[in-house]
Antibody
Framework: QVQLVQSGAEVKKPGASVKVSCKAS????????IHWVRQAPGQGLEWMGI????????DYAQRFQGRVTMTRDTSTSTVYMDLGSLRSEDTAVYYC??????????????WGQGTLVTVSS | DIQMTQSPSSLSASVGDRVTITCRAS??????LNWYQQMPGQAPNLLIY???TLQSGVPSRFSGSGSGTDFTLTISSLQPEDFATYYC?????????FGQGTKVEIK
């Protein structure tokens, strides 16, 4: 069965970086795209970006440009999301989600369990 | 960016009720609209994609309609497990954007 398993909770200080992993199983990793979506406490969902698991190309939301990097390791079927220059407003649950299309009309059919990142001095 | 506006932000309903949630896009998104359900403390779950296509395994009491800028999610007969928060999301263009959510509570 399809599974996306994320790394555990993190506590970081302002200005630091965090790297969250998302390990895929149960499907052909390189045939899909992975998105990252975050959710601040008590708030809605915010899209951060997408990575093509086959070629590694990315598209980031403009508000995260320069701070976020998404990469993948096809040998371990794992995608990584690295967010730098952390501030308190980055405290959120970060989700990875699978996308079978990667273009207009796409959707997120499987999600990871979420990773809580807390930014606090 | 395309803004997605849901209404209402919350609603109270009883088991068996018909529930309708609306989502409006700030520009034409054709039928590139998805709906997700999120239970407290859990990841979102895809209900409907392409405005009206039911995701595999989702009960048939859920349905979606609309195109252009106005969309609707309908639950034909609310069940106890449907009390959750629902989000619409446009997949027309980047950045993908979500509505603010509609919380469905027990009356």
């Amino acid at each position: 069965q399809v599974q996306l398993v994320q790394s555990g909770a993190e506590v970081k200080k302002p200005g630091a970086s965090v790297k969250v992993s998302c390990k895929a199983s149960g499907y052909t990793f390189t045939s899909y795209y992975i998105h990252w979506v975050r959710q601040a406490p008590g708030q809605g969902l915010e899209w951060m970006g997408i990575i093509n698991a086959r070629g590694g190309s990315t598209d980031y939301a403009q508000r995260f440009q320069g701070r976020v990097t998404m990469t993948r390791d096809t040998s371990t079927s794992t995608v990584y999301m690295d967010l730098g220059s952390l501030r308190s407003e980055d405290t959120a649950v970060y989700y990875c989600a699978r996308d079978p299309l990667g273009y207009s009309g796409n959707y997120f059919d499987y999600w990871g369990q979420g990773t809580l990142v807390t930014v606090s001095s | 960016d395309i803004q997605m506006t849901q209404s209402p932000s919350s609603l109270s309903a009883s088991v068996g009720d018909r529930v309708t949630i609306t989502c409006r896009a700030s520009q034409n998104i054709n039928s590139y609209l998805n709906w997700y359900q999120q239970m407290p403390g859990q990841a979102p779950n895809l209900l409907i994609y392409a405005a009206s296509t039911l995701q595999s395994g989702v009960p048939s009491r859920f349905s979606g309609s609309g195109s252009g800028t106005d969309f609707t999610l309908t639950i034909s007969s609310l069940q106890p497990e449907d009390f959750a928060t629902y989000y619409c999301q446009q997949s027309h263009s980047s950045p993908r954007t979500f509505g603010q959510g509609t919380k469905v509570e027990i009356k």
